[in-house]
């Protein structure tokens, strides 16, 4: 009786040891929850969550201050990354925040640019190229498509237009959807 | 000991199929030549890699074997004129593609003379299998040859892996069924075919090949047979090995293991395991570049089916519309169902025929109904395991299913999806008609996306943290600006406080007059002459606003900056103004009529007057671009196939080459505005500049030519980042001068102008994180912290300047 | 002129569920012939009681979850799960027995986890045991075979005492209790399988009659193999290890433990390998997998048929390695093509 008594206390101590020292030894350093958030978080910097920028979002969001369904850029799978890091049941985006659409690209018309540079103070992330009085433009690769060269400019000669799609960028369709409309997507492609 | 020696036995693969063959609905049809066609069409991408870049402009006229387009980059492949005759455009066209997403193509329209010109072949050489490998390749790049078999991979990239192969294989098994035009090449110029391999094993620096042909196609086998004792000495070390016909041990993976064992998945490729791959067809066209120095412009296409009058092989013109060799083979029969390139099992059914045969095209399947499955409505998989027992990269078809279908991507990717070769056994047997490849084609393109997406937020977000910082610093530094302005006026007395209190305002204001002006030009002009009169601040600027466009759109106008340089210096006089409008009608009329080559576009760097204007050319010619919208121009320059670091010198040289005109042109009062610039910085300004506006060229879909090759390449990209922020850093050290400076010179006009201009376009030149800064950025976000890290940056930076 | 587009392959070897299913309605037939020739018209009454019920309950099923009838009843995977229950059941039980077991089979154990392809148990084994453990006096008295009373009951007797009146008299005359049922409540006696073994009721190798039976069985079972309709796998495993694990134990105690070619010919052993266990939707799918569920299952049904509460446990056997299915594939995955060993 006191052996097996002494035995398991024994056991106990030991793997209560081995466990103590597991957890201090191969502890996993993870990223402040911050951190984790803004990495899903797609970057567009435009603001749209309330917020000036991704990371004050984040921020605010790691504090608890903000939902986590206020990003239209990240969409509905932004929001289900967000609610995998937060550990919670993803909803619906946040109506009030905007609506999710297709990657955008913002386009100077540079007929009509006159080159106040307005814009390019505007860009969140340096995108837009030009100098004073003289035609902007903006690189595309860099562009978010966050929309906020759009309203400062003076003449309107900025606009947003969806990303062209490219032979490398083509997506093929779920079956799931076009099963649908089983002959009809490729005839209407042609 | 030879490797072949070893090789005593076939090996398996697991799953395959028996797929009924339909091979002798065409593999007796001899292969005939489709007559010339009126109008070929040659989409610039044809090849996995870069689209090639077109080299003729629209109107040109151009023989047969010229080339069109070169190979950009290393992974890319030249095409050439099928044909003599005129190109009539170059525009994007639909290509087989399943999004029907429009390439960028060159349309030519033929003569009817099929002439040769006088330069389009190389000699022919008769010795050819005493060549020096790297001439061979180079040949073998020239022609513009990718791989025939379908995958259209450039043939002179597979070919550079000299030294690392053991064992070249040539594949002739051609698995798929209905297909028979490498069948076909094999009967009938087995000699080419063996010369090729011939000649690729000299490129390649092998003793070893293996010929792998499936044992349905006795007759071709034999005619190798025979065409490897005509080379006898010749063919040692080649074997020619039947293997069973089983679907699909004509993919590259596949073949390579039923001859030689070996198995090579994602994670080894080819090269790695020293065998590597070639097609029959590719063989053959590498024999003909070689000997008869003749580019790939034409290939063997099978046209069959039962949908077809009289199926058959044709030798057809890259290029050629498939409706051509369906109307050579008879046109379509009541029963034609689906249209379909390549293969029943891994082919690419289209809408239509309106669309052009490109290199990697081997058959034109015109499927009966019952001939194929018809669309049917799929059924819940019942994890029967038939496609598991079916697939031959051994994979788990049906749990990629159900993890692509739940778009559960990560965990379709931990059961290996990027394995799948998409050969389609899996849903050939799949009892409940599930369109299992679609599936995985859907998973992995959905996988790529994010991955792009991805880095893309990654790069927004460097960006969006330097751009924090540089406000940042910014801040600071109009702090110590406004020191500055507040001690040289105290020492300058009274005649500082001339100058328009708010330069930014005036600038604003200004430039809202010239987006009217652009509505009402004449009228503006006008304003412009008037104004020059008077000297208030605000007109002046207008007015050199004017002038400044005038000029650019005068500079598009010239060819020579020499020119340039003196015509800025030039004051406003009627004559002046005059010849502006005249130069600015020359403008016009080059941009509709699509301006010639202008390489030096790319140099206007932006301080000085002159730099402005040119800049503003630079815009002139990329509008002229766009109107014409033709990827001709730029060309003219580049054309001799300049590598990206080539082209970034020539920016360069061409950038220092106007520095120094504009350092020497004769002073004048607007020189004060950018006193403290070297020649030296001005060029390194005028490099910034001239990436930037490469990059920006690539951006613009409808200029896919010179510009947009060195601007795709990451390291330009860094390049481009680097010299943005020596050009801030420049920029920044000299703005206070600067400023201080035009608060004295504040009743000179041009100064005037210069000075609202200095401080904007320093905060115009956007700057990017360096790698190091970066780095930086990410230790301490803090502000004092990110101060530091950009004094110590800057320097660093500057050292790499060369 | 317009031509559809549709992803490649273009072509398909013309398999499908419908064609699977039948196949091994094929492969029943043999089983199903030799249960009528040993215990008389009861199963071909209890099958046609379970198809009806099955093809209604799956029309219902499929009406009120807006599926296309035609399509998905011309699968025939209802079908197959009423034989299988018929054929699971005993030949004389109650009309209600069997209407019961389909209608929970189909409606709950199939339709309310998906329907087809979707359910993680084997919907007939759901029936069954749903019946066996509600109903264990009707489920366990089966009718003698033929070759212990000499005649089998007549269909006008099937159809009364399917339908009628169930008297205790009547039915004790035509049924029997299952050899592994004597088996356990005789050991449970205290005898040894000896003595248990020379009662009349079991034959040559196993129960009497039945060896004929699971000899059918095992004859549609192999060729539903060769055909690829069923993984060989499964009941390779299953009986390999059911042989395996009885020899065991049968040398270390023969009084104790009955000897192998007993476990492998009486009851539902083959019948189960062949039939229950190879039901895809529920089974493991990797080859690997599948051999390791073949086994799990031998060897559960040898653990219930000796240790456990119930006379027969392929039906649980089945039932407990659905649950594991999932899991052995995910630790059972082939090594993909090219990739190192
Ligand atoms: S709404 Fe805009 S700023 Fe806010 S997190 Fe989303 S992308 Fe970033
Ligand atoms: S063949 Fe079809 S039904 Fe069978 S397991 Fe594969 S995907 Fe599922
Ligand atoms: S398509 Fe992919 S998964 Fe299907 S059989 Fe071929 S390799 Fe295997």
Known sequence: MLSAVFALTLLALTFGLLLGFASVQFRVEGDPLADRLDAVLPQTQCGQCGFPGCRPYAEAMARGEADFNRCPPGGQAGIEALAAVLGVEPKPLDPENGVEQAAMIAIVDENVCIGCTLCLQACPVDAILGSAKHMHTVISQECTGCGLCVAPCPVDCITLQPVPATLATWKWPSPLISANAQQEPARAAA | MSVLNTITRLWRFHGGLHVPEHKAESNSAAIEALPLPAQLVLPLQQHIGAAARACVRVGERVHKGDALARADGYISAALHAPTSGTVVAIEPRPVAHPSGIPVLSVVLESDGRDEWGPNSLPTPIEDYLRLDPAYLRERVREAGIVGLGGAAFPTAVKLNAEGAIRVLVLNAAECEPYITCDDRLMRERAHAVIGGLLLMRRALGVKDCIIGIEDNKPEAAAALQAALEQFADDAEDVLLQQIPTLYPSGSEQQLIRVLTGVEIGRSRRPVDSGILCQNVATAAAVHDAVTEGRPLISRVVTVTGSGISTPRNLEVLIGTPLSALIEYCGGYTPRAARLIIGGPMMGLALPGDDLPITKGMNCVLVAGADDVSAPEESMPCIRCGECMNACPANLLPQQMYWHARAREFDKAQQVNLFDCIECGCCAAVCPSHLPLVQYY????????????????????????????YRLEREEAEKAARLQAKKSAAQQRGHEAETPAADPKQAAIAAALARAQAKKAAAKAEATAGESSNELSPEQLEKLAAARARAEAKRLAATQTAGEAANDATAALSPEQLEKLAAARARAEAKKAASAPAQANADAAPALSPEQLEKLAAARARAEAKKAASAPAQANADAAPALSPEQLEKLAAARARAEAKKAASAPAQANADAAPALTPEQLEKLAAARARAEAKKAASAPAQANADAAPALSPEQIEKLTAARVRTEAKKAAQEALAAATAAVAAL??????????????????????????????????????????AQSGKPASSDQEQ | MQFATTTSPHVHLGNSVGRVMRRVVYALLPGLLALVWIFGPGVLVQAAIAVSTALAAEALMLTLRGKPLGRFLGDCSALVTALLLAIALPPLAPWWITVLGTGFAII???????????????????????????????????????????????LATTLALVFGERSAETLDAVTSATVLDLLRTQIGLGHSVTEVRSSPVFGLLGARGWEWVNLAFLAGGLWMCRQRTAAWQIPAGMLGALAVISTLFWLVDAARFAPPWFHLFSGAAIFGAFFIATDPVSASTTPRGRLIYGAGIGVLTWVIRSVGGFPDGVAFAVLLMNIAAPTIDQYTRPRVFGARA
């Open chain 2, 441 to 468: 084609r859907f998973a992995k393109t959905e996988i790529w996306a994010a991955e792009r997406e991805k880095k893309k937020a990654e790069q927004a977000r460097a960006r969006h943290e330097f751009h924090l």
């Open chain 2, 748 to 789: 000179d006009a041009d100064a005037q102008e210069e000075a609202p201009t200095a401080s904007p376009a320093a905060e115009a030149t956007p700057a990017p994180l360096t790698e190091e800064q970066l780095a930086r950025l990410a230790a301490a976000r803090a502000r004092a912290e990110a101060k530091k890290a």
């Open chain 3, 108 to 154: 709950i154990a199939k339709h309310l986890y998906g329907g087809l392809g979707y359910n993680p148990f084997n919907p007939a084994m759901i029936g069954y045991v749903v019946l066996l453990t509600s109903f264990p006096r009707e489920m366990s008295s089966w009718a003698a075979p033929l070759t212990l009373h000499g005649s089998t009951p007549d």
